[in-house]
C-alpha cells in the first residue's frame, strides 16, 4: 500500500511518496486426486493388488495438468502350502509379500513455484515492474511434483500359537 506515487508518466521524483507495508501472506492451492485399488486373492493363499491415483493441482504448470502414481504388489502366504502346513507345527502363519509402485508429493511444491518472478524495468523514467516492452510470461508450465519408484520386501510370520509375531 502507499500514497503520494506519481501516475508513472511523468518524470517527478517519487521520493516524497508515503508507502506502507504489511507482514504475513495468504495463498491458496486446490487439490483434485482420483484414485482405485483392486485387490485378487486365489485359494487363500496367492495374493495381488494394483493401485493408481491420478493428482491434479494449481500448484503444478499447464503441461502437467495431471501426475499419475502406481502400485502393485503381491503375496504368498506359504503355511497354506502343504509342505508347510502339514510339517511345521509351531508356525501359524508364513507370508512372503513384495510391491513395486511410485509415490508423489506435491506439499513439497511452494505455491508460487509455477510462476515467474516478477523483477524490475524502468518505464518512464521511473522503476516499475510493467511497461510496454515486458510481456506477459506464463509462469513455468513443467512444474510438477516430485515422485520416488520405491520397491517393498518382507516376510511376515506368527509363531507358538500366535505368541510371537515377526
Known amino acids: 500500500q502507499g500514497t503520494g506515487f506519481n501516475s508513472g508518466t511523468s518524470t517527478d521524483d517519487i521520493s516524497s511518496a508515503t508507502s506502507r507495508t504489511s507482514t504475513g501472506i495468504v495463498t491458496k492451492a486446490t487439490f483434485l486426486s482420483y484414485f482405485g485399488q483392486a485387490n485378487y486373492e486365489y485359494r487363500r493363499k496367492y495374493l495381488a493388488s494394483l493401485g493408481i491415483r491420478l493428482d491434479g493441482s494449481s500448484r503444478f504448470g499447464a503441461e502437467?495438468?495431471?501426475?499419475?502414481?502406481?502400485?502393485?504388489?503381491?503375496?504368498?502366504?506359504?503355511?497354506?502350502?502343504?509342505?508347510?502346513?502339514?510339517?511345521?507345527?509351531?508356525?501359524?502363519?508364513?507370508?512372503?509379500?513384495?510391491?513395486?509402485?511410485i509415490a508423489g508429493n506435491t506439499i513439497a511444491i511452494p505455491p508460487n513455484t509455477r510462476s515467474n518472478r516478477v523483477t524490475?524495468?524502468?518505464?518512464?523514467?521511473?522503476?516499475?515492474?510493467?511497461?510496454?516492452?515486458?510481456?506477459?510470461?506464463?509462469?513455468?508450465?513443467n512444474v510438477k511434483p516430485e515422485s520416488t519408484f520405491n520397491i517393498d520386501m518382507g516376510l511376515e510370520t506368527r509363531l507358538w500359537n500366535d505368541r510371537i509375531s515377526l
Not at 524490475?120 to 508450465?141: A, Q
Open 64 to 101: 502437467v495438468p495431471l501426475k499419475k502414481y502406481w502400485s502393485f504388489g503381491a503375496g504368498w502366504i506359504l503355511s497354506e502350502e502343504p509342505f508347510i502346513k502339514n510339517t511345521v507345527a509351531w508356525m501359524d502363519f508364513l507370508k512372503l509379500r513384495g510391491s513395486v509402485g
Open 120 to 141: 524490475g524495468i524502468i518505464y518512464s523514467n521511473n522503476p516499475s515492474t510493467y511497461g510496454p516492452s515486458v510481456e506477459l510470461i506464463h509462469g513455468n508450465p
